[in-house]
């Protein structure tokens, strides 16, 4: 069962901080701040997955039905979308990620930090379909 609910990680300091999900299903995530990883524990799984620029460290694949990644960092983990198209930003990091679902994982401009599976590295400019959509399932 999805809760409805909307959960904002206001990641203001150098902290990191853990969200420590208990693999349930949730409603809406935020991340806001540019300092200090936010790193996810658990197969949680998210309607809206929204990311500023903070790194990202998933210990387990998260799910969410949008991927919204702009101005992410890095990334560090799997993460699964079922259809629809997952943008990494210019500038972020991706290393030891598996995307997986069905989507199309697209990374332009971003670093390949190694041990990557279903993203697809190109350089800025390059043509790459509906780089428009910025997250999953739309």
Known sequence: TTVASTIVIAN??????TFAGGAQTYGA???????????????NTFTTFTSGATPLVFS?????????????????????CAAGTVTA???????NSAAS????????????????TGWTFTAAGAPVGSLGLMGCGR
């Open 12 to 17: 203001t300091s150098g902290t990191g901080k």
């Open 60 to 80: 387990a694949a998260q799910t969410a039905t949008t991927w919204v990644l702009t101005g992410c960092t890095a990334i560090t983990g799997n993460i699964v």
């Open 101 to 116: 679902g069905g989507a199309t994982f697209t990374a332009t401009a971003a670093t390949d930090g190694g041990g990557n």
């Open 89 to 95: 930003p210019s500038g972020c990091t991706i290393t």
């Open 29 to 43: 995530l935020t991340i806001t701040g540019s300092s200090g990883a936010v790193t996810f524990t658990g197969a």
